[in-house]
């Protein structure tokens, strides 16, 4: 029997020498994790801004964080609490809870959460951590919201007894940047 594994591989040794196990292919079942069924792709993060659930937009690069510093602009309305330093990138973060439901002071433990990455990148100010959702068919009816998110509102899910709306984030970020050049509700 031949000991050296380097030039033959023995029915015995399953090593391979170094080149022949750079070479080696043994054909194999693709992993399970390829072959997933197709329903776990309706699995989503959903988060909280006061009352309102909102989901964290599909294929949209997303971080969460509790302890970054926000740095004030001067003369901003209340809902733009001010920038971040994200790695060197300054990024906007908008408190929608004071945007849309002005009156609600509530104020439990509240996260970072980024959208989006480069100059599409924004923060907003959630309630607690996101959490997975399976979703199923969006509403044929969406409740009514506020008039700045229901312009932007791509659908709504009930899930575990509660709406959670898919916003197209971008057109959102968009909207409030226009108010703020506007000047509305600055204060």
Known sequence: MNTDQT???TAQGPW???TEALVYCDPVEAPA???APAEDDAVRYG???GNLGMLVPAKAASELSGDLSVYPVPNTPPWF???VNLRGNLIPVFDLKRLLMPGDDSAPQRKLLVLD???NAAGILVDGFPRPLKLAEPMARTPSLPGTLEEHLAAA???DDAVWLEIRHRELFAAIGQLMA????TG
């Not at 506007?182 to 509700?185: D, E, Q, T, V």
């Open 7 to 9: 030039t033959e591989r």
């Open 16 to 18: 391979l020498g170094p």
């Open 33 to 35: 994790w390829e072959s």
């Open 47 to 49: 988060f909280r801004v």
């Open 81 to 83: 609490p001010g920038l």
């Open 117 to 119: 990455k480069e100059e």
């Open 157 to 159: 899910y009930f899930v």
């Open 182 to 185: 506007g000047g509305a509700a």
